[in-house]
């Protein structure tokens, strides 16, 4: 099946800084999104990105299709940033609400 | 708009007893997914519902089941559980199982 790596595993920042979270896949895919996990353990929706780049907020993220790779970028970052990303991709085809996803990257945001 | 929501949130069960989860989709949406998070194994798709059929299922004993009724909730069954069976169950939902998922808050499962 489809591979995710998430890097890095874990990352701490003070407040304000900036950082940037890579998720790369073994194989093209229909549906690629990011997630953030809350402390209650609720997938909140970041993006949904095949490809292309959005914005929102202090939030973006970039996929780069053809090579298999996308990055979330985290500006001015709080301690609400806090939690675990994960990016999650979806093959297409029959895979119907089939995503597979990364090991996460677990962020801690120091004030 | 609300979003998928899961019962119950917390629930304690001991060795081979079944319990059964809820998750009742956002509105409009037909296609409901279920997903285990273990530290061990992260998260894994357990099977996607879509109008009442079972589309895609994920690499799990028969033990974990589950159905779809005609409104498009999804309950999903864990038949003799095992103290492997611990774990956060996620539901999502989707407008036709392909293109962006919406989790609910999960059910926690303990298993004693």
């Known amino acids: 099946g489809i591979q995710v790596e998430q890097s890095p595993p874990d990352l701490i920042l003070q407040e304000g800084a900036n950082s940037t979270l890579r998720c790369n896949f073994s194989?093209?895919?229909?549906?690629l999104q990011w997630f953030h996990q809350n402390p209650w353990g609720q997938l909140i929706n970041l993006f949904y990105?095949?490809?292309g780049t959005k914005q929102n907020g202090r939030l973006s993220a970039t996929t780069v299709a053809t090579e298999r790779y996308s990055l979330l970028y985290i500006s001015s970052s709080q301690t609400t940033d806090s939690g675990v990303y994960f990016c999650?991709?979806?093959?297409?085809?029959?895979?119907?609400?089939?995503?597979?996803f990364g090991q996460g990257t677990i962020l801690t945001v120091h004030p | 708009k609300a979003g998928v929501t899961q019962t119950p949130r917390y629930l304690i069960k001991t060795r081979g007893q079944q319990v059964t989860l809820s998750c009742s989709p956002i509105?409009?949406?037909?296609?409901v997914s279920w997903y285990q998070q273990t530290p061990g194994q992260g998260l894994q798709f357990l099977f996607e519902?879509?109008?009442?059929?079972?589309?895609n299922k994920g690499n799990f004993p028969g033990r974990f089941s589950g159905r779809q009724f005609s409104n498009s909730r999804s309950e999903m069954n864990v038949s003799t559980l095992e103290l492997g069976d611990s774990a956060l169950y996620l539901c999502?939902?989707?407008?036709?199982?392909?293109?962006?998922?919406?989790f609910g808050e999960g059910s926690r499962l303990t298993v004693l």
């Open positions: 999502a939902s989707s407008r036709d199982g392909t293109g962006e998922l919406f």
């Open positions: 194989d093209s895919v229909n549906n």
């Open positions: 990105i095949p490809s």
């Open positions: 999650a991709v979806e093959r297409g085809g029959t895979s119907y609400g089939k995503l597979t």
């Open positions: 509105s409009g949406h037909r296609s």
């Open positions: 519902y879509f109008s009442e059929t079972q589309r």
